[in-house]
């Protein structure tokens, strides 16, 4: 019995890693059709909604206390995560971006010093130097392109979500009743402010509601979103969050795989150098924290 939840749950992860990996050629190719802070309210807007509605559906407390870090994680997670990331898209390659953006757990572990006290350890600095040097091949400092500004956007993105990270381990002590679902539709929710705020200011040409446009939006909104986050929570009350953690990893390949194949996107030797010590970087990660039984990062705002 025990031994079919586990297949259940690692085929739930499965089925979540190639929706997430896969959306990085759907809002990609999304972009066509929007401007890039419309795109993201609707996305955000639909998926907060969505989120509630399940809420409500499970009967889940609605009502929470904290909305001061709530406002502050909304900020980090679906502003700052999802803004600089769809920004990073506009001009960047959606598997460079996607790679870069799940450079976050990294970032975690960096972060984690001064923030929460966490010094580095035994195979963390190998994982920090491994990263570092992923980041540089790619970024290829030496031979500066016109897609630079978005690679950097994209770190930016992992940072952000990092201190996301950061921020909701925080709240976690304090208070650790809160449901995870219930906290993700309320930071959605504040983050999705700015958002709309900018789709209204900053002008776009008209949206072109075109059949793929609306998957799109219904993908991201129900499938990555709704959906994704039903499978996530399934599988996270059946495994090690390490576990669950590392296997979530498997998105950014898949991302980067299907921008190869549908995009053309083809990655060039330092590229692939510095996406394999990435890949390599996060799966030492995944192993100390598997060891330590503790998360690598708070199960929130995948894409």
């Not at 001061?68 to 959606?94: C, D, K, N, R």
């Not at 970087?281 to 894409?303: E, N």
Request: with cysteine.
């Amino acid at each position: 019995m025990h031994k079919n939840t586990t297949i259940k749950a690692f085929l739930a992860l499965f089925i979540l890693t190639l929706f997430w990996g896969y959306n990085w050629v759907v809002m990609k190719s999304a972009l066509q059709f929007a401007g890039v802070f419309q795109f993201i309210a609707l996305r955000t807007v639909i998926g907060a909604a969505s989120l509630f509605a399940i809420v409500i559906a499970l009967r889940k407390p609605i009502k929470i206390n904290h909305i001061p870090t709530l406002i502050l994680l909304g900020l980090l997670q679906t502003s700052g995560f999802t803004g600089l990331l769809m920004w990073a898209l506009v001009e960047g390659g959606a598997g460079k971006t996607a790679v870069l953006t799940y450079t976050m757990p990294f970032w975690v572990m960096l972060l984690a010093w001064p923030l929460l006290g966490e010094k580095l350890q035994g195979l963390q600095w190998l994982a920090a130097l491994l990263s570092a040097m992923g980041i540089l091949f790619i970024l290829d400092p030496l031979h500066l392109g016109a897609d630079q500004f978005s690679m950097f956007l994209a770190v930016l993105s992992g940072v952000s979500w990092a201190l996301a990270v950061i921020v909701a381990k925080k709240l976690h002590k304090v208070a650790p009743e809160l449901d995870l679902l219930t906290l993700t539709a309320w930071q959605m929710l504040f983050g999705s402010i700015p958002i709309v705020i900018a789709a209204i200011l900053i002008p776009a040409p008209a949206i072109q509601w075109t059949a793929y446009f609306i998957s799109a939006v219904a993908y991201n909104a129900l499938i990555c979103n709704a959906l994704a986050w039903l499978l996530w929570l399934y599988a996270l009350q059946r495994l090690q969050a390490g576990v669950a953690s590392m296997a979530s990893m498997l998105a950014p390949v898949i991302g980067v795989l299907a921008a190869w194949i549908e995009l053309n996107e083809v990655p060039y030797a330092g590229e692939l150098i510095g996406m394999v010590l990435i890949a390599l970087s996060l799966v030492i990660i995944s192993i100390v924290s598997i060891k330590k039984h503790t998360p690598v990062d708070s199960a929130m705002g995948q894409d």
